[in-house]
C-alpha cells in the first residue's frame, strides 16, 4: 500500500513537470494561473506533497488531460498543443472557407463587384481568428508570426479595396503600426521571462 501511494506521488510529480514544461510555462506562471505559490508548485513537482482532489481536477482541466493521466504513469507523447493548433486552424479555414464560398456564389450570380475582395478580406480575418487562439493560449511565437500575417494582410486588402493612386500610402502608414504592436508584445510579455 505504501509502495503503491509512493508511485502515485511520484506520477503526479514526474506528470505536473512534464504537462507544465510542455506548455513552455515556469513555475511562476502556472501558480499564477491556478492561484497558488510557485513554492507549492515546486513541491508537487519534487514529490515533497501532493495537490489536493480539487487542485487536481483543475489541473487536469488546464492542462487538458484526464486527472488519470496526472496520477499514473505517462505511456506516450503529450499531444494538447497539437491539438489545440488543429482547433486554431480549424476556426481559421472555417473564415476561409466562407470567403470562397461568397465569391463562388457572386461568381455564379454574375453580380456586378469584383467578387476576388471577399477571398482577400476572409485571409485578415482568418489570421485574426488563429491570432486570437495564441493569445489565449500565451504562444508568444506564433502571436507574433500571426499577428504580422494579421496586419499585413488587413492592409493589403484595405490597399487593394481603396483602389486608389495614392493608396500605397496605407501600406506605409502600416509599418509604425506593426512596429508599436510587436513593441508592445515585448514590454507586455517579455518581463515575464525575466522574473
Not at 492542462?63 to 507523447?77: A, H, M, Y
Amino acid at each position: 500500500m505504501n509502495n503503491e501511494k509512493n508511485e502515485i506521488v511520484s506520477n503526479i510529480a514526474s506528470n505536473i513537470s512534464y504537462y507544465r514544461k510542455k506548455l513552455n510555462l515556469t513555475q511562476l506562471e502556472l501558480a499564477e494561473k491556478l492561484n497558488y505559490s510557485d513554492k507549492s508548485i515546486s513541491k508537487w513537482e519534487r514529490g515533497e506533497g501532493v495537490p489536493d482532489i480539487f487542485v487536481l481536477k483543475e489541473l487536469s482541466v488546464f492542462f487538458g488531460v484526464s486527472i488519470d493521466s496526472l496520477t499514473q504513469k505517462r505511456k506516450g507523447p503529450f499531444m494538447i498543443l497539437k491539438y489545440r493548433n488543429v482547433l486554431a486552424h480549424f476556426y481559421a479555414s472555417i473564415c476561409l472557407l466562407v470567403g470562397i464560398l461568397v465569391y463562388g456564389i457572386l461568381q455564379m450570380l454574375e453580380v456586378d463587384y469584383p467578387n476576388y475582395y471577399f477571398m482577400i478580406y476572409s485571409m485578415p480575418a482568418a489570421a485574426l481568428v488563429v491570432l486570437i487562439f495564441y493569445i489565449i493560449w500565451q504562444r508568444m511565437r506564433n502571436v507574433i508570426i500571426y499577428l504580422t500575417v494579421f496586419i499585413w494582410t488587413l492592409s493589403l486588402s484595405i490597399y487593394l479595396g481603396l483602389n486608389h493612386p495614392n493608396a500605397y500610402w496605407v501600406l506605409i502608414i502600416t509599418i509604425p503600426i506593426y512596429l508599436f504592436f510587436i513593441f508592445m508584445i515585448y514590454v507586455i510579455y517579455k518581463p515575464k521571462k525575466l522574473k
